[in-house]
């Protein structure tokens, strides 16, 4: 069975991003929106003169925690139930959402409202919850922009970014209810919109789902940055508050997070810091507090040597936001909650690589190596792209062309061989290949066969001496 | 075998030969003690947020409540210890202010009808312009500061740290904690920054001068 991450299409990333490039507006949207906050970042970034420094620091303690994840967890599970909170584990998303759906059930509700999170769109959560008669509600304006237009998120942070204000304007007078009829398309108004629809919301909500930034084992405190106020509005006022997290999010100690509250604000929202952010530590305030950590191909990704990097991940989204084919194909194409440079190497190794989507993803990249160098934990996209571009499945005939390339250069007498065929067939060789070969030289020219080959050149030569 | 049990199995197998770096620490854990008070009031400014440096913090508070119109303000527990006690005389001397304690607790509807919240801080971090509060005195339960629509939040001067790790390293993860800086705000409508969204709109900061 491989693992679900909640996106709806099959066809292979080209397909996707051959359509996607055609539709204008998103381009326009999406140039828009990438260019103001990579400028942004840019700027957050230089004003820390121990960037790097952070960097290697955090890329480090992720390191040191996956390579001892068991016992961190284990840590994590005392510390969060030794302050009242309860800990459950899931090794699926069909589990993960039994254990949800089975916890909101107790409480006698049928609503949530829910904080922007990445693992439970992994999961489909609320869609799991709507077959048990449960109605999750977004409160993070991006995600509520999605679940209203009933859309798909294109982004990590900004879920909408593929929309503009006019369409976010057009999305909210056609679904929320008490959208004022002269509705205007400024942010300030849209902003000002979802306020009031959310509000009563917030004030009668008995249950909350979360996912967290951070988990610190040694405390048992989770972490969540926002900004809005809708992430504290949904940890705070409910009496049950239930979060899905990532066995990956955790780190070992308090004084970690010194540099990872450095490290995602500058990153995600190029901000100094966030607006918001949430700590806690088991049961706070008289909540009752749920803890739900998720394994969902983790582990699997774990296992493996070159890709395992990838769960250093903090979700910034930096690398979206700077990545030439994400700007340019949008976020649908990657088939996966999680797009871009990161989704194309995290998407294939939590959900294994059986489609041709997921075998397509690692070559959605120029591997510039952009990605790599604004990452605030130094994952290696590239070269995670190129390992993985090496175990993709490939087609008959490149497996077939290979296979002669390499019996030929295998051998120096087959080699020259060749090059001989070659030399005396050149005036044959089209410009332009036959049959499949035509995809190749559609863009590229066939290279020049010389009249004879280097070696041959030399022995007849001695080096250019006769 | 429980979940539990299966994924600590398979993470023992999948971590086995994976690397385990020394952590290097060489970022900065201690910012510059120069200008805390100007760097922090240039960057709460920075978001948008109303800030006063002042030695008279009783006048400024009343002052403050007075612009911002209405006259029933959160006053959490233990307020008494944040201004000294020559603010807390001009503040009473307010003859119009009706303070809303939170206890027995407000509800949330409550909240949501006050004019405002009034509270301390447990630390402010120069270098983000960040307030922390940590339910202590002077700040109540998370809900006090985020449902009525205005925050004035006072700041002793000593409680203004360079940089992230000094806050991080005073702060208690046991208590429940809320970062604040600026205003309630989102950038997910094509990345320009609004100000305003579900927590307080108004965020006003007093600094008082030691």
Known sequence: MSTFLGMPTDRPFP??????????????????????????????????????DLRSAGKAIKDHTLRHLDDYLIQLEEAVTARGGHVHWARDAAEANRIVAGLVKAT????????????????????????????????????????????????????????????????????????????????????????RHLRERFLRAKVGVSGANFMVAETGTLVVLESEGNGRMCLTLPETLISVVGI??????????????????????????????????????????????????????LADQVGRQALRCIRCSACLNVCPVYERAGGHAYGSVYPGPIGAILTPQLRGMDTPLDRSLPYASTLCGACYEVCPVAID??????????????SRMERLGMAAAGWIFNRPSRLARAQRTASRLRRFVPR??????????????VPPIPPESFRDWWTRTHGGAR | MSAREAILARIRAAAAGAPDPEIPRAYRTEGSADDLVERFTERV???????????????VIAEALARRGGRRFVVPGGWTAVPDAAGMAAMSA??????????????????????????????????????????????????????????LCVVRAGQIVSSVPEAIARL?????????????????????????????????VVVILQ
């Open chain 1, 248 to 301: 990956e999010k955790v780190v070992p100690t308090w004084r970690d997070l010194e540099v990872f509250m450095q490290l995602l604000p500058r990153s995600s929202t190029a901000e100094r810091m966030n607006p918001y952010t949430s700590m806690w530590s088991g049961a706070v305030e008289g909540q009752d507090f749920h803890l739900v950590l998720l394994d969902n191909g983790r582990t699997s990704v």
């Open chain 1, 381 to 394: 996209i590239p070269s995670v792209l190129v390992d993985l571009r090496a175990k993709a499945r490939h």
């Open chain 2, 45 to 59: 400014r920075d978001y948008k947020a109303t800030v006063h440096v002042t030695a008279d913090a009783g006048t």
């Open chain 2, 172 to 204: 208690d993860p046991a208590r429940p904690l809320t970062w604040i800086s600026g205003s309630s705000a989102t950038s997910d409508i094509e990345f320009d920054r609004v100000e305003g969204v579900h927590g307080p709109r108004t965020l006003e």
């Open chain 1, 432 to 445: 332009r290949l036959p049959g499949p070969g035509a995809a190749w030289t559609d863009t590229r020219d």
């Open chain 1, 15 to 52: 397909a996707n991003a051959a359509k996607a490039v055609r539709n204008a507006q998103l381009r326009v949207n999406l140039r828009k929106a990438t260019g103001t906050i990579r400028a942004r970042r840019a700027t957050a970034v230089a004003e820390l003169p121990d960037w790097q």
């Open chain 2, 94 to 151: 307010m003859a119009d202010m009706e303070a809303l304690t939170d206890d027995p607790p407000l509800s949330a509807r409550d909240l949501d009808a006050a004019d405002g919240v009034i509270t301390g801080c447990a630390v402010a971090i120069a270098e983000t312009g960040t307030i922390v509060l940590d339910a202590g005195p002077g700040q109540g339960r998370r809900a006090l500061t985020l449902v009525p629509d205005y925050h």
């Open chain 1, 108 to 195: 006698g509700e049928t609503e949530v409202v829910k904080v922007k999170s990445m693992v439970t769109q992994e999961i489909s959560l609320n869609e799991a919850l709507e077959r048990e008669g449960i109605a999750a509600y977004e409160t993070d304006l991006a995600e509520l922009i999605v679940q209203l237009g009933d859309d798909w998120p294109s982004h990590i942070l900004v879920p909408a970014i593929h929309r503009n204000r006019a369409e976010i304007r057009e999305i909210f007078l056609r679904a929320m209810p008490d959208a004022p009829a002269d509705l205007g398309d400024q942010p300030r108004e849209l902003a000002e919109a979802a306020r």
